[in-house]
């Protein structure tokens, strides 16, 4: 079975940076895709940062500027770097892998890790 497994999550103060971590059991490149969430409370969940299986990113329009996604491929492992953090950026974030199949996509998720932004 696929895991996602994040880490990183914590308080911050606004201005600040954070690097989000998700240690993946398979081969990152079994996945089209290696995507970032995030749910504030109250909110529906909403992709913030994405990575494909060629390298290319894409990034919501919160994100643009201020979260870089990267991998290292001999540890299974992509991250999220956050900085310039807002009190909006708090959220459960989330770690999300996608591949296709002969039944459609599959999707996987991790457990969530909390991100609080502090004024």
């Known amino acids: 079975q696929v895991q996602l497994v994040e880490s990183g999550g914590g308080l911050v103060q606004a201005g600040g940076s954070l690097i989000l971590s998700c240690v993946v059991s398979?081969?990152?490149?079994?996945?089209?895709?290696i995507s970032w969430f995030r749910q504030p409370p109250g909110k529906q969940r909403d992709m913030v940062a994405e990575i494909r299986a060629g390298g290319n990113t894409n990034y919501a329009d919160s994100a643009k500027g201020r979260f870089t996604i990267s991998r290292t491929l001999d540890k299974n492992t992509v991250y999220l770097r956050m900085d310039s953090l807002k009190p909006e950026d708090t959220a459960v974030y989330y770690c999300?892998?996608?591949?296709?199949?002969?039944?459609?996509?599959?999707?996987?998720w991790g457990q969530g890790t909390q991100v609080t932004v502090s004024s």
């Open positions: 999300h892998a996608r591949r296709g199949s002969d039944m459609g996509y599959l999707e996987y």
């Open positions: 398979e081969d990152i490149f079994n996945f089209n895709a």
